[in-house]
Structure formats: structure tokens, C-alpha cells
């Protein structure tokens, strides 16, 4: 495990837990846990941006690129003993950016209708896409109070993160953390967390507050209690510094969907 600052690592999930996760229905013949399946033998996690939206990488000194030191420990931990391929960009060089979207905000459809436009590897047999994009605007009717910082669009495999969102909440080094623990987030609803196509080894499901786990110290946990259950849940969790933010319900889950 990589340790994180526990500075850096309290800020980032104070403001995790302000992330509005939209569970909107699509048409799809895979479901979100169909990733699980022996079938499936590869991952892929294409990423693009709106220009002006670019996603964090690497540092000023172009190292501790958190796609590598966040992102990827925690997909793996979700795929860990299933085998598969996993594979994802990591650098903007390898990512495309995209031009001409006038638009600043994004409903749902929106989002699908770029998806439809630009995502390059889609689903088959045995390989699930999943495409990510960082977008420069907000989510059409988002509270401002509470503006979202990153939506998963049911069982589409489709992830968008508002970059201004992530940008306006704190100093550029807490941004990336916060930026990673969005996307690991609504990347735990795409493939079925919490009890939102994958079946559960043991009940965690906050069934209150939508697709969310019951496990205060899991980033699958939606706290909304209040300012001071949220310092709370934070100080716990930073006393941790562990990468991994799954909890272990949740990792149970993925685990047992990957047995034969």
C-alpha cells in the first residue's frame, strides 16, 4: 500500500462524500455486474476530456501520477483473483481531448449522446468497456449547495466528472485526490456497488441513500448526517492512510462474483 498524506487524504474524503451519484437507467443487454463474469476476460477503461478539462497526472515535479498510485490499486482490488486484463490511460498523451462542446451543463443524455460520439472500444463477449469523461461544466440540476462532482449512468459503463466542481473545492494537491476518489467512486456504481446489480455476500446496503454501503470506513459509504459525522468519518478513515478504499463487504462482493 502507498500511504497518503493524512492532511491531504481528510480533505479529499470530506468532499467525496458530497458526490451525487445518478443511477439513471439505460439500454443495455450487460449489466453492470456482467464485468464479474468468467467470460469476461478483459477491462478496458477508455478516458477522454473537454478541452479545458484536462484530468490530473502527473505532479510539477512529473512524478506520483495518481492514476497509478490511486486508480489502479483499487480497480485491481475490486478484480483480484478474476483473471482478467485490465487496462486504462494514464497520461493525457494518451488520452483524446475533445473539441467543439459548446455546452456547460450536462444532463444525462448529453453525456451518453458524447459517449455515443466518441468512445472508441465498446463492449462484446468477453471484454467491458467503460468510458470516462471529464467534462468542463456542471450536472444539469445539480444543487449548487451541493454541486456534483461525478455521475455513473446505470449500466451504460459511462462515468462523467465535472472538472470545474473538482477544481473549486480545495488547493490543486488536494484536487487530484479528490479527483481519483470521485472516479473510484462512481466506478464502484458501474460495475454493481452497493447492491445495484451484484448480489451481496452479506447485507451493507444503505438502501436510504441509494446504491451506497453501510460501512462508514468504505468509499462506497454516503454520510450525510451532518458537518460533525462527517469530521468524524474523516478522522477515522485518515488514521488509516490506505489506498484502498473499498471496504471489505464490498471487496467480499466482487470476489465472490469472480468464483467459478
Known sequence: MVPLDATLFRALLVLLLSTACLQACADDSLTNASVFSPQVEEVVVEVDYQDGAEPFVNNLQNTNNPWVTLFQPNIEALFQGGNKRFSFQNELAQMEKLEGISKTQFS?????????????????????????IFLK???????????????????????????????????????????????????????GLVNNGLPMVRPHHDAEHGAHCTNPNCVMYFQNEGRDDLVAFVNQLAATSSVILFGPECLEDTRAAQMP
Request: no cysteine.
Open 108 to 132: 444525462a443524455e448529453d453525456i451518453l449522446d458524447l459517449a455515443a460520439q466518441h468512445q472508441n472500444v465498446r463492449s462484446a463477449t468477453h471484454r467491458r468497456a467503460f468510458y470516462v
Open 137 to 191: 461544466g456542471i450536472f444539469a440540476g445539480s444543487d449548487p449547495s451541493r454541486p456534483t462532482l461525478g455521475i455513473s449512468i446505470g449500466d451504460s459503463g459511462v462515468i462523467a466528472v465535472f472538472k470545474p466542481v473538482i477544481t473549486s473545492v480545495a488547493a490543486m494537491s488536494v484536487q487530484r485526490f479528490v479527483e481519483q476518489s470521485t472516479l473510484i467512486h462512481e466506478f464502484g456504481h458501474s460495475v
